[in-house]
Structures are given as C-alpha cells and as structure tokens.
C-alpha cells in the first residue's frame, strides 16, 4: 500500500466532497456557505450569542457581524435581547425552512457521492471515516467546526464528540 497516493487521492477527495456539500448547501439555503454553517447551528443550538456562533463555524467577529446582519435582514434570524448585555439568536420559521432544506441538500449531495460504492464497501467505509474523524478532533472548537452542516438526527453515535451528538 502506497500511503502517499492514499493521502493524495484524500485530499482530492475530500476538498471535492467539501465544496460541493457547502456549495449545495448554501444554495439550497439562498445563502453564502457561512450563512449555511449559522443555520445549521442555530437549529439545533437555538438561543447561542453572536460570538459563540461565530467561533462554532469559524468566523472571526465582526465576519459574524456581518453574515448575522445579513441573515436577519433577510428574515431568516432574529436577535432576543433577554436582559443584561447578552443577546440570543434564533432561528425565524423561515430560517427552520431554510435550514431544514440545506440539510435536506446536503443528504442527498452525499448520498450520490456513495452511490458507485456497494452496500459492503460503504460498511466497510464507515470505520475507517469514524477513526479519521475522531482523529481530527483537537479541542471543543475542532468538533463544532467539523460538524457544523452534520444533520445530528441521522448521526445517533458520533465520533467527533459528545457536545456534537443530537439536538439540543
């Protein structure tokens, strides 16, 4: 086995699989792929604060500033200011619309990617992506960046991490 041309053909293949999955998923939202990443966030994390949200997709503050202005101008996020300095964002019903439609997008860009794999080889397949996975963790960051489009009702026994695992 040639460990180089596997990492070759990985890296081809992942930077492949990322631009499609975030391209089709921002599409599908009407949205860039930071918009895309904050949707998905704030679905399954309702009320987190703007600088929360900006380190789980990683985005400097004022770049989250901005994508958030954006993404309430447009309808989709709203601010809640519960008391005290902090401030909450939700998502609209359009914003749950257009987050359930780019996960929708999402599953089924990766699910073609699998298609000219058979049933065993995708088993086969699904150990060695949990061992890469759970080796690219390096710290709570890491996981939320890692599963910041992951639709977390599909994905019951997560390898990343814990905080990563379902709804909230």
Do not use: K, W
Not at 27 to 35: C, D, H, L, N, P
Not at 44 to 72: F, H, K, N, Y
Not at 92 to 98: C, S
Request: charged share 25%.
């Amino acid at each position: 086995m040639n460990r180089s041309r596997v990492a070759n053909l990985l890296g081809a293949g992942a930077l492949a699989v990322a631009e499609r999955v975030s391209g089709e998923a921002a599409r599908a939202a009407g949205v860039s792929t930071s918009g895309a990443a904050a949707l998905s966030t704030l679905l399954v994390e309702p009320g987190i604060g703007g600088t929360e949200l900006g380190a789980r997709i990683g985005l400097s503050q004022p770049a989250t500033a901005r994508m958030l202005d954006t993404l309430i101008a447009a309808g989709l996020v709203e601010r809640h200011h519960p008391g005290g300095r902090g401030v909450r964002l939700t998502l609209t019903a359009a914003g749950r619309t257009r987050a359930e439609a780019l996960l929708e997008a999402r599953s089924q860009v990766l699910l073609e990617l699998l298609e000219p794999l058979t049933d065993d080889q995708v088993r086969a397949f699904a150990p060695a992506l949990e061992a890469l996975l759970a080796g690219l963790v390096e710290d709570r960051r890491s996981e939320y960046l890692l599963c910041r489009l992951c639709d977390r009702q599909v994905c019951t026994r997560c390898p990343v991490g814990e905080e990563c695992r379902g709804y909230g």
